[in-house]
């Protein structure tokens, strides 16, 4: 499913995608379906997943680079600071005619208004953690996220988030 191309649209996705609850073993599992997509389409991609604030699952996939590590971790950062995806925040600054590191004063070596990095919210608790993906155009590494997590908690049945 591609990435909705609106800030209201990203919202109502954000929104659609808080879950029950979320642990190690959520995002080991999270991490190692994403893994499994992206090496079997052959994507560069390196993946980063953290769990209040801690790298809880970390892969580099053949073809991408250090640097799409790099990048995965300037587009959790955005995700950590707004608490939206890296992907809203580069839609909402284009939306307001401004420059994503002028008007928020953030070091363009440390943040990355990119899509790619998706917020883990659960319901009731807020952010908990953070999906990133780099290594894809970023609309691209948006959609590898979120379709994953829409296809792991559907096969749970009728999302955990709505348990």
Known sequence: MPAPQTVEGLMAEESDLALARFDYGTAWELGSEMRGIAAEANLPV?????HQGAVVFSTLLPGATPDNIAWARRKRLVVEHFQ??????????????????????????????????VPIMVSGVG????VAVSGLPDIEDHALVTSV?????????????RE
């Not at 952010?127 to 953070?130: A, D, I, P, S």
């Open 84 to 117: 939206h995806s890296s992907l809203y925040m580069r839609l909402l600054c284009e939306k307001n005619g401004v420059d994503f590191h002028s008007r928020y004063r953030l070091a363009q070596a440390d943040y990355a208004a990119s899509g790619g990095g």
């Open 127 to 130: 952010l908990v953690g953070v």
């Open 149 to 161: 997590l829409r296809q792991l908690f559907k096969s749970r049945g009728s999302h955990e988030s």
């Open 46 to 50: 390196a993946i980063e997943i953290t």
